[in-house]
């Protein structure tokens, strides 16, 4: 039965560096849309990285040359690297996938209703 989990959450000092890791048991990543969302507390769910069956990556604006997104395909683990961590990121994060032929536009892979399958997320919180 394929599944995400989500780990690597935790609270951390404003500038600090956290990698989240999400074991995405069942899902081979050359025929995935990977991604991480997020979602603050009266926000809505906000497409944080994405990376294509294709290995095109895709960042909203608030990740961008702070956040990298990988994935170990052998382990089937996708990793979100956050670096320079302001209290704007404090947010529960999700893993999400959806099936993929490596054509999704950037808006579709950034886009929470493209997704099919979640998991239940890891909370991040910066304080500063």
């Known amino acids: 039965q394929s599944q995400l989990v989500e780990s690597g959450g935790g609270s951390v000092q404003s500038g600090g560096s956290l990698r989240l890791s999400c074991l995405a048991s069942g899902y081979m990543f050359d025929s995935y849309c990977m991604a991480w969302f997020r979602q603050a507390p009266g926000k809505e769910r906000e497409g944080v990285a994405a990376i294509d069956s294709d290995g095109t990556t895709r960042y909203g604006d608030s990740g961008k040359g702070r956040f990298i997104i990988s994935q170990d395909n052998a382990k089937r683990i996708l990793y979100l690297q956050m670096n320079n961590l302001t209290p704007e990121d404090t947010a529960m994060y999700y893993c999400?996938?959806?099936?993929?032929?490596?054509?999704?536009?950037?808006?579709?892979?950034?886009?929470?209703?493209?997704?099919?399958?979640w998991g239940q997320g890891t909370q991040v919180t910066v304080f500063s």
């Open positions: 999400a996938a959806v099936m993929s032929d490596g054509s999704m536009s950037a808006v579709h892979m950034l886009g929470a209703s493209s997704y099919d399958d």
